[in-house]
T-cell receptor, first 113, second 112 residues
């Protein structure tokens, strides 16, 4: 079993839709949670970073963490065609493991006009 | 402010050969990590360098080695290349103790 599970999709939504992306994890030692966006043939771009249970909002993006359920989500409001990309969740244990990220497989998202 | 830069962007090697990939971290960052991303998969952690020492290592064989220079730039070396080493190799930089990690655009390696 992988430490981090992420549905690869693909997910196709119309412009303006609310998108929900999710990851589950098995290792309770994960303390820090990130979401990256990766356009085709490019490096991952950091979107959101959080370390506590609850919600964190940044513009159209909301990251949600539920440590008790080992479940994280990313919501995208008013989705745009430019949001079409692969979304990767990533986690870290911190401490001596700072900077070592464990990624999900990535979810391919297409927003069509 | 330059971000993380990597070179080369693309390269093709033959099985059994050796390859060196290079990375310059984001200005102000002192920690460099390397990841391997196979097609359709998330990146996998190879190792991390800080103060010119390998600080953490993922589940990769000894064929994968690295180096960090005094200016914090880094190299990834892969010996005895296998077809399965074909992937996007990503360099990531951060400040020691931080989980705010930035990635470069990657080096696409094809082994034939």
């Amino acid at each position: 079993q992988k430490e981090v599970e992420q549905d690869p999709g693909p997910l196709s939504v119309p412009e303006g839709a609310i998108v929900s992306l999710n990851c589950t994890y098995s290792n309770s030692a994960f303390q820090y949670f990130m979401w990256y966006r990766q356009y085709s043939r490019k490096g991952p771009e950091l979107l959101m970073y959080t370390y506590s249970s609850g919600n964190k909002e940044d513009g159209r993006f909301t990251a949600q963490v539920d440590k008790s359920s080992k479940y994280i989500s990313l919501f995208i409001r008013d989705s745009q065609p430019s949001d079409s990309a692969t979304y990767l969740c990533a986690m870290s244990m911190g401490g001596t493991s700072y900077g070592k990220l464990t990624f999900g497989q990535g979810t391919i998202l297409t927003v069509h006009p | 402010d330059a971000g993380v830069t990597q070179s080369p962007t693309h390269l093709i090697k033959t099985r059994g050969q050796q390859v060196t990939l290079r990375c310059s971290p984001k200005s102000g960052h002192d920690t460099v990590s390397w990841y391997q991303q196979a097609l359709g998969q998330g990146p996998q952690f190879i190792f991390q360098y800080y103060e010119e020492e390998e600080r953490q290592r993922g589940n990769f064989p000894d064929r994968f080695s690295g180096h960090q220079f005094p200016n914090y730039s880094s190299e990834l070396n892969v010996n005895a290349l296998l077809l399965g080493d074909s992937a996007l190799y990503l360099c990531a930089s951060s400040l020691s103790g931080s989980n705010t990690i930035y990635f470069g655009e990657g080096s696409w390696l094809t082994v034939v």
